[in-house]
């Protein structure tokens, strides 16, 4: 035997046949395994590690013998008859097609175990966003492809001729395509999107010009899925897409701005804007979302019921949300303490020849001026802790 096996184990097919088969025989064990697994539950507890050594010590008995077989060492006669038994059964239709199905349940496997060790940055940037748009393309595709070569292979194992019947396929297929236009333009728009990073998983994006906005949740070559900011997912074929609006890539602008009536002194006002501007740019939780200083773009309006002041902040992508309410609740408090007040509503009605004013006012305590004690209200400390994550798209009211 050993030296039928050392004139056999120079052969390199000997080792081709050899790796094929361990592979073969690997992919039946986990089939295997996938079938004792769906009968676990009607298995008593103290059987099932029993029941899984055994299956384990029969595809090893028999890769064995299917590799003495291959080796061709005749000397070892139980295992040399039963190798050849199994390879004569597993060249007819039913061998066949166990192993083809257990060949596309190890690649359906071997696929999501690769894409899950494909792991984004929690860091959310273009590389991130790239890296998880693309993962799930690949991994749909992949599977795709796993499925048809299944089929593909099974109808072979069957006797079915595959070839004459992805023929006729193709030709139906030619006839269909003529009404799957729409389709054909959502994978050509998909394709394009993820070619040139349009945007990506992550992203928040408003297409069409307002009529849908949210976070992209999910990305393929076919549609584009959006999840709204009270949860619902809106799902658009990527051929329906004309226009995108994405409202995180690279970074994002805070317009923060505020109105202040006519009577107030517009120096003192714009002052306090740029002391809260200074005050959040400061602050350490929430500096590092910004990219530059500050920009105080001073009076931008002269509107009928006030005067609109603004600043310009320039912030990570996806953070402008949350800087934008911390910027609103402490311009709020800062105007109360210098006694600026911000305006509310109010109109002229004219009467004939001799027009009467009436003003609309409200009986509220005076503004505290700035020497008054305001230890009540505290701009730099909010009494509820503000949501510095990075939210979705809000909704324009």
């Not at 790239?130 to 194992?157: C, D, F, P, Y």
């Not at 002041?309 to 949350?322: E, G, I, M, T």
């Not at 609309?360 to 730099?380: C, F, K």
């Amino acid at each position: 035997m050993l030296q039928e096996l050392s004139v056999q184990i120079v052969k390199p097919q000997v080792w081709v046949g050899l790796a094929l088969t361990a592979v073969a025989a690997y992919a039946i064990y986990r089939f295997g395994r996938l079938l004792i697994s769906t009968l676990e539950p009607h298995v008593p507890a103290r059987l099932r590690p029993a029941l899984n050594g055994l299956w384990a010590v029969v595809v090893i008995i028999g890769w064995l013998a299917v590799a003495t077989a291959v080796a061709y060492l005749p000397s070892v006669p139980v295992l040399f008859s039963l190798g050849r038994d199994i390879m004569d059964g597993f060249r007819h239709s039913a061998g066949q097609l166990v192993v083809v199905i257990a060949m596309a349940l190890i690649a359906w496997n071997l696929i999501s175990t690769l894409a899950a060790r494909i792991v984004a940055e929690q860091e959310f940037n273009r590389r991130s966003v790239r890296v998880q748009t693309l993962k799930g393309v690949v991994e749909s595709t992949l599977r795709v492809v796993v499925v048809i070569l299944s089929v593909i292979a099974a109808l072979q194992a069957l006797g079915v001729n595959a070839t004459s019947l992805l023929a006729g396929v193709s030709v139906l297929g030619l006839a269909v395509g003529f009404g799957a236009q729409s389709l054909i333009k959502d994978v050509f728009n998909g394709f394009f999107i993820l070619l040139e990073d349009q945007y990506g998983v992550g992203d928040v994006i408003t297409v069409n010009t307002g009529q849908l906005s949210g976070g992209v949740d999910r990305l393929n070559l076919r549609v584009t899925a959006l999840r709204a900011l009270d949860g619902t997912v809106h799902i658009i074929p990527n051929g329906q897409i004309a226009t995108v609006s994405v409202s995180s890539k690279d970074w994002s602008r805070v317009v923060a701005q505020v109105d202040v009536t006519y009577a107030a002194n517009i120096d003192d006002a714009l002052r306090v804007l740029e002391q809260v501007s200074t005050e959040i740019y400061e602050a350490d939780e929430w500096k590092h979302f910004f990219l530059e200083a500050p920009e105080q773009q001073g009076v931008t309006q002269l509107a009928p019921d006030g005067v609109t002041l603004r600043a310009l902040y320039k912030v990570q992508p996806k953070s402008q949300r949350a800087l934008g309410r911390e910027f609103n609740r402490r311009i709020k408090i800062a105007m109360d303490e210098a006694g600026i007040e911000i305006p509310f509503p109010q109109r002229s009605v004219n009467f004939g020849a001799n027009p009467i004013e009436i003003r609309l006012t409200r009986d509220d305590a005076p503004a505290p001026t700035p020497a008054q004690d305001t230890s009540t209200q505290n701009r730099r400390k909010p009494p509820v802790e503000p949501s510095l994550g990075r939210d979705p798209e809000e909704e324009e009211i």
